[in-house]
């Protein structure tokens, strides 16, 4: 997969997407991340990316050229299934997007600032709008980070044990079980005896009640879209 990231501040992901799983999914070639700073998109002299909202109000506005220029030239060497603009009246993120997203081979993420983005590029170039929540962030910057990561770790390969990624919260639209490891007996808290018993269509019922436990007491919304 190849992510194409379009922001301000490109010094931002240094830390988030230089980790963990997306790093070694990058050192292992299954993930190509590109950030690109909308700066250098940008024709006039001083590098400018906003401007005044038209009809007054407060907040500059992110202005279209620098924007259509970055997508128009990203689209001159690759087919991209989804222009992505992280925004807070996008469609809620949740896993069932990141399962979907994670299906494709092009993606570009578009980060926003100030006030916003200049509808006409909503209009002609994006073709998804995601929020990670119902908060407004300064920018898009830690939204696309989440994104990436929501969608790198569902990546064949991207995790030691694929299936771990598939037992997560939300797949099913299940909350997982409690998850215990050694020792079995920490200062008199002992682990549930079924998990040490080696039955394991025991454990597997245990696991299941568990979670549907889990899920009706913290989300039981999630039970009504089972
Ligand atoms: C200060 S916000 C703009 C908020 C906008 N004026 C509004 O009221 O919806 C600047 C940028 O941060 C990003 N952003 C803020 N909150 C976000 C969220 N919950 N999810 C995704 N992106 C967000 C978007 O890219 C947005 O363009």
Request: proline share 5%; with cysteine.
């Amino acid at each position: 997969m190849q992510i194409d990231i379009i922001t301000v501040h490109p010094k931002m992901f240094d830390g988030p997407l230089n980790q963990s799983i997306i790093k070694r999914a990058v050192d292992k070639k299954i993930l190509k991340i590109n950030i690109h700073n909308l700066r250098d998109y940008s024709t006039s002299k001083q590098k400018q990316v906003d401007d005044y909202q038209y009809g007054g109000g407060a907040g500059m506005v992110m202005m279209i050229a620098p924007i259509a220029n970055a997508i128009e030239s990203l689209q001159k060497n690759t087919k991209y299934d989804e222009i992505i603009y992280l925004s807070p009246d996008g469609k809620k993120l949740d896993q069932q997007i990141c399962n979907h997203l994670s299906t494709f081979k092009n993606l570009i993420l578009l980060c926003g600032h100030y006030k916003g983005i200049d509808q006409r590029i909503r209009d002609k170039y994006i073709t998804k709008e995601i929020s990670i929540g119902d908060y407004v962030l300064s920018g898009g910057e830690l939204a696309a980070a989440v994104l990436t990561d929501s969608i790198v770790r569902l990546l064949p390969g991207a995790i030691s044990d694929e299936t771990s990624a598939l037992s997560d919260s939300f797949q099913d639209n299940l909350l997982p079980p409690p998850i215990y490891t050694r020792p079995a007996n920490y200062k008199g808290l002992e682990v549930p005896s079924v998990l040490l018993s080696g039955n394991q269509k025991k454990i597997e019922e245990w696991r299941t009640s568990q979670a549907l436990k889990n899920t009706k007491e913290k989300r039981p919304d999630l039970l009504d879209n089972k």
